[in-house]
């Protein structure tokens, strides 16, 4: 879980760091129109909607931005156009990545991805060349750091585990179950949620020493970057040397 609970702690700083709201609106709102579109435009009965709607909530986008974007999916052949495809590839030293992608153009996000992975020293690879070692489940993150409290809530809604995390925030696991559940007890004990997400925990992580680590982050990052890419995912352990020298 380390190298995972690093890479989002990179992100968030990423996030508060640069000024990037509108790109981050713009992969919302492709979650949100797609997620309408195969699940109903009703988040009661959508986990996937209710999912990516709290997620733009949290971003605070507009309302009406977010009401278009689930009335596009839920009526409008424009949202057609996009499709789900999810690219393999390697980093530096081997590491395995997922890229999570949205598009309405193969060609272009293919090319695009490719190129990212190859200015970054990895390579594209071929559909199952490692996604056989990732699995789904759920990430919370809150600002309580109260460990006791937080785990006690935590694993009575059904979780798996928490870490704290570098400032004070701690993350929260869970299986794809119980991840509703979770966020519903947190929600009733006024707990605040930053983020939640579905991310890929991989069964084997590649133990990386610091100066691969910062290749291997750059490369991430450029993935994420990318306007068709909807999330990033890899089985690397990123080296504490890296952070502290940093």
């Avoid at 991805?113 to 390579?123: E, I, M, P, Q, T």
């Avoid at 929260?172 to 947190?186: P, R, Y």
């Amino acid at each position: 879980m380390a190298g995972h609970s690093k890479w989002a702690n990179i992100k968030h700083q990423k996030g508060r760091q640069d000024e990037k709201r509108q790109k981050v609106f713009s992969k919302l709102i492709r979650e949100i129109t797609v997620a309408s579109r195969m699940g109903g435009p009703d988040p009661a009965d959508n986990p996937r909607l209710r999912l990516a709607l709290d997620r733009a909530f949290r971003s605070n986008m507009p309302k009406d931005t977010i009401e278009r974007a689930v009335a596009r999916g839920a009526g409008d052949t424009d949202s057609e156009n996009l499709e789900e495809v999810l690219y393999e590839g390697y980093g530096p030293n081997g590491v395995a990545i997922l890229v999570e992608t949205m598009t309405d153009n193969r060609n272009r996000t293919v090319a695009e991805v490719r190129h990212a992975f190859s200015k970054s020293g990895g390579s594209l690879g071929t559909d199952g060349s490692v996604a056989y070692l990732f699995k789904k489940f759920g990430q919370i993150i809150v600002k309580d750091s109260d460990e006791d409290k937080l785990l006690e809530l935590v694993i009575s809604a059904g979780g798996e585990d928490l870490e704290p995390a570098d400032d004070g925030r701690t993350i929260i696991t869970t299986d794809t179950e119980s991840f509703a559940s979770v966020k519903n007890k947190l929600d009733e004990h006024s707990i605040e949620i930053e983020e939640s997400e579905f991310v890929m925990n991989a069964s084997q992580n590649v133990k990386l020493d610091s100066e691969t680590s910062e290749k291997v982050i750059k490369l991430l990052e450029n993935l994420d970057d990318l306007d068709d890419v909807q999330n990033v995912h890899s089985n690397a352990e990123f080296s504490d040397q890296f952070f502290i020298e940093s």
